[in-house]
């Protein structure tokens, strides 16, 4: 006949804890897992915060150049790691140059807006809150054309003629 109280002993001796012990590691773990959560959430909120201030800029300064007269600025922005090129133009029309149509493609078939006329690539770099394609206003584009972000930042020439109705966007090189 075995005894209660020995059976009982012997379990807390080969188990070791008590349900305390496991439940307060367990909290542990979830607020961890919690915290890292959290703070991938934020780091993405500040590429999702670097892309809208880019377009921002971006629309303030082709905005002013489509209410002025003529002009012809150099415009450098700020972009997010991981964005290798910002994309202009209409994705059904023709790329300006080979790497640029196999890009262009790509945003093509991959279920991308094409009412917009500026995108970011790749996509999976960019803001994970839809912040990948935009619609700036009042521009024309020769054709289809990316320019590359170099340590962050991208360069584009915004030009507009004192005849034309609409601001020029090419690359800055």
Avoid at 76 to 81: A, E, N, R, T, V
Avoid at 103 to 127: G, H, W
Avoid at 133 to 154: D, L, M, N, P, R
Wanted: one cysteine or more; charged letters at 20%.
């Amino acid at each position: 006949m075995i005894k209660r109280g020995v059976l009982n002993k012997k379990g807390q001796e080969v188990f070791g804890m008590s349900f305390g012990m496991i439940f307060a590691i367990f909290v542990i773990i979830a607020l961890i897992a919690v915290a890292f959560y959290v703070i991938s959430y934020f780091l993405d909120l500040g590429k999702c915060t670097d892309v809208g201030l880019f377009y921002d800029d971006l629309q303030g300064q082709v905005n002013k150049a489509w209410t002025g007269g003529a002009s012809s600025v150099s415009y450098s922005g700020k972009l997010p790691s991981g964005v290798e090129f910002v994309c202009f133009g209409n994705l059904s029309s023709t790329a300006l140059n080979k790497e640029d149509e196999t890009i262009r493609k790509e945003l093509f078939y991959s279920s991308v807006r094409d009412d917009m006329n500026s995108y970011l690539y790749p996509q999976t770099s960019a803001c994970s809150g839809g912040i990948k394609f935009y619609s700036i206003q009042h521009v024309k584009t020769e054709g289809f054309f990316c320019s590359a972000v170099q340590a962050g930042k991208i360069k584009i020439k915004i030009e507009k003629n004192i005849t034309e109705a609409l601001v020029g966007l090419r690359n800055d090189e």
